[in-house]
């Protein structure tokens, strides 16, 4: 919601001002009591309502939020409508005693009930209730409705018999003066009406539910005060309104969301329309009727009726809609839902993508703010998108994709929501969040690749370069120092010739080693299985827990970079269950089922509570992830904690690269 500037605190002149004008009703009815009664101002006239209840009004207003226009132009057109009621007995008075100033408060007492009238009625639409016009094309109609008063002014004190009088108040009829002056009143008020439409139909939910505080008093307001111009009207009816008027603008300002006036708007509109519908199709059904079966007359009517009827509730769906789509927009959570998912497709990435629904989403759920908040793995937020503000008691709905919490979506509102809308919602943004979660895995998987592959670059080379490269050049300098040697002293090249044997053997132990860092030997020498169940060897020894290793499946076809997954997630996992689990037993079990499925489960402590994920945790994700499988740690069913890993080894499942290019680690 736009609101202006409520400046640096409570402001004080606003209250004197208001105090001034209720003191100049007081003295006017007060001074009424000395004049003759054809000369005296009726005590219900519209203008003494105005003073005392739309100045009062402004100045509370005004005391908190200095700068509101809206407060601003209540006070001036209040305390206008005073000095009028002022000037219309003070005048008669002083001509009455031949005391100066009797022309001056005559004429005043002509024209200046012009200000109020058309300040309010004129000027008012235009800037409510943020103090600023709906576009910049309305600047010449404010020009227009702030110059009305003066062009009354002028006309009047030209024409003052253009005014006539009914019961003691004065109208202005449109009928009888100029058409010029008639067009630019009637048109700015007009265009006045069409500024609230538009306001209305570009504005957040707030600035709407403040406008419906003002649409039903005020269009009311505006009909009695233009008919009274012309028409002979009830003061009663016409005074209450003009009275609530402010009540309703003060409440739309400070309170607009006390009671649910969407919902009066909605209905009024609805079957208001069914008036106009049923009554149109009614008579248009008894004059068809009456020219075809002349002199049925009871017919007639009966069939009109049916035909109304059958009318009715059709008639009353399509209204309902149109009226829900102009109030709150799209109210169906299926259309809705499709309306999401098409703005979606034409995001350019997922954080643009969880913008848009946050917008999408605040918008059907009539919401003052909505965030879209993105778990990661250990159901902490990752990322998140926020649209307006949540408030102090946000409601939260999980997003759960395929059993999994993905997701969480908060929003504030000033009622309970759809439920039905809600949860459709809530289903659509699980699929993104859950895709936005999955882009930021892979994006990560991307960029460990990328700093794995690196490093491993930079490993080698300063292997090769450091320690190869010199023990070859080594073994180089040793052979032409063997052959020199051989010509002077044969029997010395024996020393020269073992101790190059033992340097190629070390050469050839850094060569081995470089090539186990890129793939586990075991691998090759034992096969996946064997390989693993040389792994629970290794930690069964001393007082680690005994490995029991299980294989269900041909394990002999699988991809060399599975192989290498399955193995690293494996190994590590085991190397957690020795040095963290304080198990007794662990099992590994592998089973190909289209995928390659790894548990590894123990009897041990289990995770701890709110533990954060470490280094081995997430490298055994990512090996999963590099070859585009998944893997999941969790507490076991009956204690201790289980890895499971799906590892994909059809054609898309990780070619046939190595798959695992750090250095190989042993079990301590």
Same mark, same amino acid.
């Given at each position: 919601?736009?609101?202006?500037?409520?400046?640096?605190?409570?402001?004080?002149?606003?209250?004197?001002?208001?105090?001034?004008?209720?003191?100049?009703?007081?003295?006017?009815?007060?001074?009424?009591?000395?004049?003759?009664?054809?000369?005296?101002?009726?005590?219900?006239?519209?203008?003494?309502?105005?003073?005392?209840?739309?100045?009062?009004?402004?100045?509370?207003?005004?005391?908190?939020?200095?700068?509101?226009?809206?407060?601003?132009?209540?006070?001036?057109?209040?305390?206008?409508?005073?000095?009028?009621?002022?000037?219309?007995?003070?005048?008669?008075?002083?001509?009455?005693?031949?005391?100066?100033?009797?022309?001056?408060?005559?004429?005043?007492?002509?024209?200046?009930?012009?200000?109020?009238?058309?300040?309010?009625?004129?000027?008012?639409?235009?800037?409510?209730?943020?103090?600023?016009?709906?576009?910049?094309?309305?600047?010449?109609?404010?020009?227009?409705?702030?110059?009305?008063?003066?062009?009354?002014?002028?006309?009047?004190?030209?024409?003052?018999?253009?005014?006539?009088?009914?019961?003691?108040?004065?109208?202005?009829?449109?009928?009888?003066?100029?058409?010029?002056?008639?067009?630019?009143?009637?048109?700015?008020?007009?265009?006045?009406?069409?500024?609230?439409?538009?306001?209305?139909?570009?504005?957040?939910?707030?600035?709407?539910?403040?406008?419906?505080?003002?649409?039903?008093?005020?269009?009311?307001?505006?009909?009695?005060?233009?008919?009274?111009?012309?028409?002979?009207?009830?003061?009663?009816?016409?005074?209450?309104?003009?009275?609530?008027?402010?009540?309703?603008?003060?409440?739309?300002?400070?309170?607009?969301?006390?009671?649910?006036?969407?919902?009066?708007?909605?209905?009024?509109?609805?079957?208001?329309?069914?008036?106009?519908?049923?009554?149109?199709?009614?008579?248009?059904?008894?004059?068809?009727?009456?020219?075809?079966?002349?002199?049925?007359?009871?017919?007639?009517?009966?069939?009109?009726?049916?035909?109304?009827?059958?009318?009715?509730?059709?008639?009353?769906?399509?209204?309902?809609?149109?009226?829900?789509?102009?109030?709150?927009?799209?109210?169906?959570?299926?259309?809705?839902?499709?309306?999401?998912?098409?703005?979606?497709?034409?995001?350019?990435?997922?954080?643009?993508?969880?913008? %848009? &629904?946050?917008?999408?989403?605040? *918008?059907? !759920? @009539?919401? +003052?703010?909505? #965030?879209?908040?993105?778990?990661? $793995?250990?159901?902490?937020?990752?990322?998140?998108?926020?649209?307006?503000?949540?408030?102090?008691?946000?409601?939260?709905?999980?997003?759960?994709?395929?059993?999994?919490?993905?997701?969480?979506?908060?929003?504030?509102?000033?009622?309970?929501?759809?439920?039905?809308?809600?949860?459709?919602?809530?289903?659509?943004?699980?699929?993104?969040?859950?895709?936005?979660?999955?882009?930021?895995?892979?994006?990560?998987?991307?960029?460990?690749?990328?700093?794995?592959?690196?490093?491993?670059?930079?490993?080698?080379?300063?292997?090769?370069?450091?320690?190869?490269?010199?023990?070859?050049?080594?073994?180089?300098?040793?052979?032409?120092?063997?052959?020199?040697?051989?010509?002077?002293?044969? %029997? &010395?090249?024996?020393?020269?010739? *073992?101790? !190059? @044997?033992? +340097?190629?053997? #070390?050469?050839?132990?850094?060569? $081995?080693?470089?090539?186990?860092?890129?793939?586990?030997?075991?691998?090759?020498?034992?096969?996946?299985?064997?390989?693993?169940?040389?792994?629970?060897?290794?930690?069964?020894?001393?007082?680690?827990?005994?490995?029991?290793?299980?294989?269900?499946?041909?394990?002999?076809?699988?991809?060399?970079?599975?192989?290498?997954?399955?193995?690293?997630?494996?190994?590590?996992?085991?190397?957690?269950?020795?040095?963290?689990?304080?198990?007794?037993?662990?099992?590994?079990?592998?089973?190909?089922?289209?995928?390659?499925?790894?548990?590894?489960?123990?009897?041990?402590?289990?995770?701890?509570?709110?533990?954060?994920?470490?280094?081995?945790?997430?490298?055994?994700?990512?090996?999963?992830?590099?070859?585009?499988?998944?893997?999941?740690?969790?507490?076991?069913?009956?204690?201790?904690?289980?890895?499971?890993?799906?590892?994909?080894?059809?054609?898309?499942?990780?070619?046939?690269?190595?798959?695992?290019?750090?250095?190989?680690?042993?079990?301590?």
């Amino acid at each position: 919601m736009v609101t202006e500037d409520r400046g640096g605190g409570p402001a004080r002149w606003p209250v004197p001002v208001a105090l001034a004008a209720l003191a100049a009703v007081a003295a006017s009815l007060i001074a009424g009591r000395w004049l003759p009664e054809p000369l005296r101002l009726v005590w219900w006239h519209p203008e003494i309502v105005i003073a005392l209840f739309w100045t009062p009004v402004a100045a509370l207003l005004l005391r908190y939020r200095p700068r509101l226009r809206v407060g601003l132009l209540m006070l001036g057109c209040g305390t206008s409508a005073a000095v009028y009621v002022l000037a219309l007995n003070l005048g008669p008075l002083f001509e009455l005693h031949d005391l100066p100033g009797a022309a001056f408060l005559t004429w005043l007492g002509v024209w200046l009930w012009a200000v109020d009238t058309f300040g309010l009625t004129l000027v008012l639409p235009l800037i409510f209730p943020d103090g600023r016009l709906v576009s910049a094309w309305f600047r010449p109609v404010l020009a227009v409705a702030c110059a009305v008063p003066l062009i009354v002014c002028v006309h009047l004190t030209i024409d003052p018999d253009a005014r006539r009088w009914h019961n003691g108040v004065s109208v202005y009829p449109f009928q009888d003066i100029p058409l010029a002056i008639s067009v630019t009143i009637l048109g700015t008020l007009a265009l006045g009406f069409l500024s609230v439409v538009l306001r209305f139909l570009r504005s957040a939910p707030d600035v709407r539910r403040q406008i419906g505080w003002i649409i039903y008093p005020g269009v009311l307001a505006m009909a009695i005060i233009y008919i009274g111009e012309t028409t002979p009207i009830s003061d009663p009816v016409r005074n209450v309104t003009i009275a609530v008027v402010p009540i309703c603008i003060a409440i739309a300002i400070t309170r607009y969301r006390l009671y649910d006036i969407d919902l009066v708007i909605g209905r009024t509109l609805v079957y208001a329309g069914l008036v106009v519908v049923i009554t149109g199709v009614y008579f248009a059904l008894v004059g068809l009727i009456s020219n075809v079966f002349a002199g049925r007359g009871p017919m007639v009517g009966l069939f009109g009726a049916i035909a109304a009827g059958v009318v009715f509730e059709p008639a009353r769906r399509r209204l309902q809609r149109a009226v829900d789509r102009l109030i709150h927009g799209e109210r169906d959570p299926y259309r809705i839902a499709d309306r999401l998912n098409r703005r979606l497709q034409t995001t350019a990435d997922p954080a643009a993508a969880l913008a %848009a &629904a946050a917008s999408m989403v605040r *918008e059907a !759920l @009539r919401a +003052t703010g909505v #965030r879209i908040e993105v778990l990661d $793995r250990d159901g902490r937020t990752a990322t998140a998108s926020e649209d307006g503000e949540l408030g102090d008691a946000p409601q939260l709905i999980p997003l759960v994709w395929h059993g999994e919490p993905v997701g969480r979506l908060l929003f504030g509102v000033t009622r309970r929501p759809d439920a039905r809308t809600a949860g459709i919602l809530a289903r659509n943004l699980a699929e993104l969040t859950s895709s936005a979660r999955l882009a930021a895995d892979v994006q990560r998987s991307r960029e460990r690749i990328l700093r794995t592959r690196e490093e491993e670059r930079r490993r080698l080379r300063r292997d090769l370069h450091d320690g190869l490269g010199p023990t070859l050049a080594s073994l180089a300098m040793t052979v032409d120092a063997a052959r020199i040697t051989l010509k002077s002293d044969p %029997a &010395a090249v024996d020393a020269l010739l *073992e101790n !190059l @044997r033992l +340097t190629m053997g #070390r050469t050839i132990g850094d060569i $081995r080693e470089l090539v186990y860092g890129l793939r586990p030997p075991a691998l090759d020498d034992l096969g996946l299985a064997g390989a693993i169940r040389a792994l629970g060897g290794v930690v069964a020894t001393g007082d680690g827990p005994e490995v029991a290793v299980e294989v269900e499946g041909d394990l002999g076809e699988l991809p060399a970079a599975a192989e290498v997954a399955a193995y690293r997630i494996v190994q590590e996992a085991l190397t957690n269950v020795y040095r963290h689990a304080q198990a007794g037993s662990a099992v590994v079990r592998l089973s190909v089922n289209g995928d390659l499925h790894v548990l590894v489960g123990d009897d041990g402590v289990g995770m701890a509570a709110g533990a954060r994920t470490g280094v081995g945790m997430s490298s055994m994700r990512e090996r999963a992830a590099e070859i585009g499988g998944s893997c999941t740690v969790e507490p076991g069913p009956e204690g201790g904690t289980v890895v499971r890993a799906r590892l994909p080894v059809g054609a898309n499942g990780g070619g046939g690269g190595s798959g695992g290019m750090g250095p190989s680690q042993e079990i301590a």
